[in-house]
């Protein structure tokens, strides 16, 4: 082997090539700017309001993204008395990595034995249930599980953060993301659950290459896991945890520099986790595609739902926390359980 050869093995190589370019850390910092620049800006035109106008305004303001991002990263880290320096400059980038970790199980496309790029790693990541290689960091069998078991960790580490900050605005937004993490995760997993029992399987590829797309599969399943998705990543009208004009900024008031970025940027992140998965699930996935061009269609799909949960900022106003607990225990729990029972009934008819 060559060492250019040896090179592009390498490169391409999923489990580097999908965690560090795309979807990975590249990728994901350069949608996060995009995806804040369309969320003010698409705030802006239904307020009537400029939103990012005054660097690049030819382009729509998109360079002030840009100019915020390198202003921040640069900006003076200031760290408060009385708290412990190391967990308070850690915290942050576990919100982060926690944020991001569930990428390393999510299944994007599938690799074809033969005439693509990805061919080669074909027999590597072979998944025996699907009979196809799949495009994903770490392939494990149940992925499943694995994927919903890594998501729950990240309202945790919110709450740990807050907590090393010894500010009492972090605590009570901490507060609120305990009393929240607990029913969106019920929901979650309810309505997951649903979709393996109704599909025989908890291996997220299998799902995506039945052919049946789990929102014709189990609509209302659909339904509950899109709100739950919005509750998760603090999405409008459910951004309760941060609540700027309650709590400064909730768990992360004591952050400045580039240790802000990193905390804005996990609720980002997980925004982006959650839809890739909803696309996974209920929109199809990559099919018809595979390949390079099933990945880039998944991550596709996973923009518009993004794109759409920073859109709701524009129409919905925030939810007060008794609200929006109500409505997840009263309204979308009963939801989640029929959605259950109907994943039930159809896995049962479909098997026999």
């Known amino acids: 082997m060559s060492v250019l050869s040896a090179l592009q ?20 910092l350069i949608f996060l700017l995009v995806t804040i620049w369309f969320e003010r800006k698409a705030a802006a035109i239904v307020q009537l309001r400029y939103g990012p106008y005054y660097a690049s305004k030819r382009l729509g303001g998109i360079l002030q993204l840009f100019a915020d991002a390198i202003k921040f990263v640069f900006s003076e880290i200031i760290i408060p008395n009385g708290v412990n320096q190391t967990l308070y400059a850690l915290s942050p980038v576990l919100v982060l990595i926690f944020a ?27 998944d025996s249930q699907i009979h196809q290689g799949v495009l994903v960091p770490y392939l494990i069998e149940y992925n499943l599980i694995g994927i919903i078991a890594l998501e729950s960790l990240y309202p945790i580490l919110v709450i740990f953060l807050a907590w090393n900050t010894n500010n009492r605005f972090a605590i009570v ?15 979650i997993i309810i309505s997951t659950l649903a979709l393996a029992l109704e599909y025989h399987t908890l291996d997220v590829a299998k799902i995506v290459t039945s052919g049946i797309p789990g929102f014709i599969a189990n609509p209302i399943a659909a339904f509950v896991f899109l709100v739950a998705m919005l509750i998760g990543s603090s999405r409008f009208p459910f951004e309760i945890v941060e609540a700027e004009t309650e709590l400064v900024i909730g768990p992360y008031t004591e952050y400045s520099g580039f240790l802000f970025v990193l905390t804005m940027a996990g609720s980002y992140v997980a925004n982006l986790v959650y839809a890739i998965l909803f696309v996974d699930l209920f929109l199809g996935g990559w099919l ?54 109907l994943g039930v009934v159809v896995g049962y008819l479909w098997i026999r």
């Not at 190589?13 to 979807?23: A, D, E, K, R």
């Not at 507060?175 to 929901?187: K, P």
């Open 9 to 28: 093995y390498y490169f391409f190589y999923p489990s580097f090539f999908l965690t560090v370019i795309f979807p990975g850390l590249i990728f994901t």
């Open 100 to 126: 991001f970790l569930p990428m390393s199980l999510l299944p994007i496309s599938t690799i074809p034995a033969q005439g693509s790029i990805l061919s080669v790693y074909h027999s590597i990541f072979y």
């Open 173 to 187: 937004g901490s507060i609120r993301e305990a009393y929240l993490s607990v029913s969106y995760d019920v929901l």
């Open 288 to 341: 018809p595609f595979t390949g390079f061009a099933g990945a880039v269609f998944t991550v596709f799909k996973a923009a518009i739902i993004v794109f759409f949960a920073v859109f709701l900022r524009a129409v919905y106003g925030r939810y007060r926390i008794d609200q929006a607990l109500r409505g997840s225990w009263k309204y979308f729990f009963p939801l989640a359980l029929a959605s259950l029972i």
